[in-house]
């Protein structure tokens, strides 16, 4: 079966491997789908620390349809579609044993640090398996996992109806957390520097603010959207050092700051601002116990979440696509390919 896996940054090679063997406890996915992340992107380009080479199979953004299974309590059975949850826990951690999979204390995530999604057949544990209703078709199927970033993001920062949030990156991940914000009823405030991106936010996808942040003061933006009282919660999707350093600034006395993207390195905050104001700061990793309302909203198709997908390309093209993601990221949000 074919596989792309990933040797050291800069090398993705087309492999050609046995199709793996069901083990108790597995199933085998024929896969049909799996998203490009923003991950695999710098995987490539050697520029994510959580990386361990090689995988063969790069990919954590998968669907298919279950080839393979054995007896499970799940009600799972051969010709299920299904989305696959990447984040492979030890299950027995004291982490996992009160229920936060996600960060489990010797996670293995999917293309990350086991082998990955982007091949013909791949096994993976039944209970991180979760079947997908007839309407939902595996092109918008394939946004539940980067959606389920999204809403462990809004729910890190505790976002209830009625909170204004604004959420810095208007990429893919970004976008997402402002779709948690809007299916909880809130409203979602999104800052980018890249005035394409906002549009598009606004414009195609009909986000009710949007700022850029290199054209004005976000803390003035924001108390003016805000009636002055600042916002109740925050998600940063960027990980840029400029907005932790200031990120006491934009949510009022007692907010919840969601962190969500990486960042490049240790960062300074002012403690002695989030202590004065008790700000709750709260990484947030993977996701944990989203894939049933992921998979919920998108088959509602109340949101537009699937104008999010650029294109669909075929396995071939996966390393093209790569590079040109690496050189022209404001042509991209979700590229998925066709297994
Ligand atoms: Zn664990």
């Not at 279950?66 to 990447?86: Q, S």
Request: hydrophobic letters at 40%; proline letters at 6%; a negative charge.
């Amino acid at each position: 079966m074919r596989t792309l896996s990933i040797f050291e940054p800069g090398r993705l090679v087309m492999e050609d491997l046995p199709r793996p063997v069901l083990t108790p406890g597995n199933a085998i996915v024929k896969m049909e789908m799996c998203g490009i992340c923003g991950s695999d992107v710098t995987a490539y380009s050697g520029k994510n620390p959580t990386m361990r080479y090689p995988v063969h199979g790069l990919g954590h953004e998968g669907v298919g349809v279950i080839a393979e299974i054995g007896e499970n309590d799940r009600g799972l059975k051969v010709g299920d579609r299904v989305a696959l949850e990447p984040y492979v826990p030890d299950f027995t951690c004291h982490m996992c044993r009160v229920g936060r999979f996600n960060n489990c204390a010797d996670i293995h995530v999917c293309g990350v640090h086991k082998d990955g999604m982007m091949t013909e057949y791949f096994s993976h544990p039944v209970r991180l398996c979760y079947k997908l209703p007839d309407e939902l078709d595996f092109l918008r199927a394939a946004l539940t996992e980067p959606l389920t970033i999204g809403l462990h993001g809004a729910s890190r920062a505790r976002v209830t109806a009625g909170d204004q949030v604004v959420i810095f990156g208007a990429g893919t991940i970004g976008l997402m957390a402002a779709f948690a914000c809007l299916s909880l009823n809130a409203e979602p405030i999104i800052i980018d520097v890249v005035q394409e991106r906002l549009d598009f936010a606004r414009d195609a996808l009909g986000m009710p603010r949007v700022f850029n942040s290199a054209k004005g003061d976000v803390k003035e933006y924001l108390s003016e959207a805000t009636g002055g009282a600042m916002c109740q919660a925050m998600i940063d999707c960027t990980g840029a050092a400029p907005v932790l350093a200031n990120m006491h600034d934009y949510v009022w006395h007692g907010g919840r700051i969601a962190l969500v993207g990486w960042p490049h390195g240790p960062v300074n905050v002012n403690q002695t601002r989030l202590m004065q104001k008790e700000i709750d700061v709260c990484p947030s990793r993977n996701s944990c116990g989203q894939f049933p309302t992921a998979i919920r909203l998108l088959n509602e198709d109340r949101l537009p979440i699937k104008k999010l997908i650029t294109k669909t390309i075929r396995l071939e093209e996966t390393e093209a696509t790569i590079r040109d993601m690496m050189e022209h990221p404001g042509n991209y949000l979700k590229v998925v390919i066709q297994i």
